[in-house]
């Protein structure tokens, strides 16, 4: 029995120092001080999310960067495929068609409807010399369309026609293909294709 009271004892002990220590806790927490504790665990917690901040920031840098760098790359030789857009009387506008009809076939991304409606594409890549032909078969393609009452190539008919003379050639070497194709053609002169005669060009550019 007296082992039972002293164990109570014990606990009634135990029970009163710790509500003793919570208490002084609370009465802590109440204090300038113990706010001042408070607060700066609370920054611990808070200072972990900063890295993934920062790093979403890097992350719409470096794309805001890579869009940058692609709007200057879109078409590599800009100046031949204007060139080539005066010779053939078409835009040089940089937004226009017919340089983005250019450009695609010097990049390989080329897409375009035939005269006749077909879809083409083409991931062959062509050096501005070659593009300078497949003009010249589009030209003459554009003067033999029925539908085509000018009889030119225009900036209305420039990408059709392109698509035309890339799907006619397809992997005949694009000289081959002129000469079986286009009455008169001589290598280095372009076609007149409202009167079906080869006329002097400058020497392509590849």
């Not at 900036?155 to 050639?169: F, H, M, Y």
Request: charged share 10%.
């Amino acid at each position: 029995m007296k082992f039972v009271r002293l164990f109570k004892g014990n606990l009634i002990v135990v029970a009163l120092v710790s509500v003793a220590v919570v208490g002084g806790a609370t009465a802590f927490a109440a204090t300038s001080a113990g706010q001042g504790l408070v607060h700066a665990l609370s920054g611990q917690g808070h200072a972990t999310a900063t890295p993934e901040v920062e790093s979403h920031g890097n992350h719409l840098q470096a794309n805001n960067h890579q869009a940058d760098n692609n709007n200057k790359n879109t078409c590599p030789g800009l100046p031949d495929a204007q060139r080539l857009a005066t010779q053939f009387a078409l835009s040089t506008a940089n937004t226009s068609d017919d340089i983005q009809a250019v450009c695609a076939l010097h990049q390989g991304t080329f897409t375009g409807t035939t005269l006749n409606g077909a879809s083409v594409s083409s991931k062959r890549v062509f050096g501005y010399g070659e593009i300078d032909q497949l003009l010249t078969y589009a030209q003459f393609l554009a003067g033999q369309d029925k539908a085509n009452a000018g009889g030119k190539l225009t900036s209305a008919n420039a990408r059709g026609c392109l698509a035309e003379a890339v799907q006619r050639c397809g992997t005949t070497p694009l000289m081959t293909c002129l000469n079986t194709n286009i009455p008169g053609f001589q290598p280095g002169n372009s076609h007149d294709a409202s009167h079906g005669k080869p006329s002097s060009s400058p020497t392509p550019h590849h």
